[in-house]
């Protein structure tokens, strides 16, 4: 079975600090896919990004960078220069292929940005 | 541009009471599914569907009932409905490829 965890249940920080968001995912599958959803105040979920388990190159855009390391089964991610509306709940999750889109998500991150 | 729409946002029921939450969505999606957020522990999936006229249990079914009579319509009935029931239920759609999934508002329940 999978599982996803985000240790960090809350995160405060003031406005344009940096500020980086764990996931650590267990899966015995090679093939699978990573996602960051964010869940602003108003309740809906706003997809963020997809990885694949074979491209484990960074990526970045904007403010949002994400860390894709296989080596230690983690997709972290980062908020460059955070502002007041960057202010949310961010779920990681995974899926596997072939899984009809079952996705196991971790218990979310809670980040106030404080302006 | 609809995308995935839940009825109802809102709804307090008393221990025992049936109801239906809805689900469509309009992207011809051949995958949908319902998922229940509870504080503390994510999102999780209660019964999904790879297409019309086929549904499957995913990590906490019971208490729910689904179908799925066409490629739009998704809906999950709670057929006696039980405090541990109160939570936030998300609908969701997306391709058979490994995509992004599509959510609704999500609809807030209430079991007295």
């Known amino acids: 079975a999978q599982k996803v965890t985000q240790a960090q249940t809350e995160i405060s920080v003031v406005e344009k600090e940096d500020v980086t968001l764990d996931c650590v995912y267990e899966?015995?599958?090679?093939?699978?896919?990573l996602f960051w959803y964010k869940q602003p105040p108003s309740g809906e979920l706003v997809f963020l990004i997809r990885?694949?388990?074979?491209?484990?190159q960074n990526e970045i855009s904007g403010r949002y960078s994400w860390n894709f390391q296989k080596s230690t089964s983690s997709f972290n991610f980062t908020i460059t220069a955070s502002q007041v509306v960057d202010s949310a709940v961010y779920f990681c999750a995974l899926t596997l292929s072939g899984s009809a889109r079952q996705l196991t998500f971790g218990s979310g991150t809670q980040l106030t940005v404080l302006p | 541009n609809a995308g995935v729409t839940q009825t109802p946002k809102f709804q307090v029921l008393k221990t025992g009471q049936s109801m239906t939450l809805q689900c469509a969505q309009d992207?011809?999606?051949?995958?949908m599914s319902w998922y229940r957020q509870d504080p503390g522990m994510g999102l999780r999936l209660i019964h999904y569907s790879v297409g019309a006229g086929i549904t499957d249990q995913g990590e906490v079914p019971n208490g729910y009932n689904v179908s799925r009579s066409t490629t739009e319509d998704f809906p999950l009935r709670l057929l006696s409905a039980a405090p541990s029931q109160t939570s936030v239920y998300f609908c969701?759609?997306?391709?058979?490829?490994?995509?992004?999934?599509?959510f609704g508002e999500g609809s807030r329940l209430t079991v007295l």
């Open positions: 992207m011809n999606h051949e995958y």
């Open positions: 969701a759609s997306g391709t058979r490829r490994a995509g992004e999934l599509f």
């Open positions: 990885r694949n388990s074979f491209d484990e």
């Open positions: 899966t015995r599958d090679t093939t699978y896919y």
